[in-house]
């Protein structure tokens, strides 16, 4: 929610969603309270956004135009709720530094101006905000990556494709695109332009989507076969998995970085 003038920004949580948010906003030049139960939660995640700050900054990656030590002092904890709102302009629960998308859902109750507002301070800190005009099961996000792991799922329990190279038809294939344009306007790009590529491939969409089995129950039998494949790269135990999703951040930053090149060109 915010209000007609945002100013202090508090974030309820300390957690890593919570942590990515504060350090989103101070890099905005926004002061904000980093709300937890647990006083030592709160000492516990400035620690780490300090750790993450300078790691980024010396990097080259962190977002802002302040130095590191200009937005950590920005940022200030607390563990009581009361304290914690007083002030505060926008308050805020949920994703953020390594993916910019924010999906902006408004009760039926939300008065428009809240919505701009709120669109606007996204935009301000750098961010991708997208209106979803009303509420659904699972946001467009979700439901996009649910159709893409529910067909990837079909084709690895058929036999048609193995785990891994199923995620090399995405990370090699679609993804490439993905990352730059969306899936309409690489139907408008691929023929030329929306209605001609609905003329030329319509049919032929209809009938491959017509091949599309039911939901997959994620059954035990698949899951320990795709869980095999995963592990023979990244076994699932805590300290490959951390440094995996390390790796995984530092691509989204580099590329991060690589699309904010392409589209000042």
């Known amino acids: 929610m915010a209000s007609s003038e945002p100013g202090d920004v508090l974030i ?7 942590r990515s948010w504060a350090m989103l906003f101070a890099s905005g030049g926004f002061k904000v309270k980093l709300y937890d139960i647990e ?16 790691i980024l900054e010396q990097s080259g990656s962190l977002r802002g135009s302040l130095s590191s030590e200009e937005q950590l002092s920005l940022i200030s904890g607390c563990s009581n709720i009361q304290a914690a709102v007083e002030g505060a302009g926008h308050i805020q629960v949920n994703p953020p530094y390594y993916v910019p998308l924010v999906e902006l859902v408004p009760h039926p ?40 792991i529910g067909e990837a799922w079909r084709l690895v329990e058929e036999g048609i494709v193995s785990p891994s190279d199923l995620d090399l038809v995405m990370s090699d294939g ?13 139907m408008h790009l691929n023929a030329e332009g929306m209605l001609n590529y609905c003329d030329r491939y319509r ?48 691509c989204l930053l580099r590329l991060a970085k690589l699309k904010r090149q392409m589209q000042s060109q």
């Open 12 to 18: 309820l949580g300390s957690g890593l969603i919570g």
């Open 39 to 54: 006083q030592q939660q709160v000492t516990n995640a400035l620690e780490t956004i300090r750790k993450e700050m300078k």
């Open 109 to 148: 109750e939300t008065a428009p101006a809240t919505m701009d507002r709120t669109y606007a301070l996204m935009q301000k800190i750098g961010q991708s905000p997208v209106r979803i005009m009303k509420e659904i099961e699972g946001f467009a996000l979700n439901r996009l990556q649910y159709a893409i």
């Open 174 to 186: 679609l993804g490439m695109r993905y990352a730059f344009i969306g899936p309409l306007e690489t």
């Open 203 to 250: 049919e032929g969409m209809k009938r491959v989507l017509k091949t599309f089995g039911p939901i997959p129950d994620f059954s035990r039998a698949t899951t320990e076969k795709v869980n095999q494949a995963m592990c023979v790269n990244v076994p699932d135990d805590p300290e490959h998995l951390g440094a995996r999703r390390q790796w995984r951040d530092e």
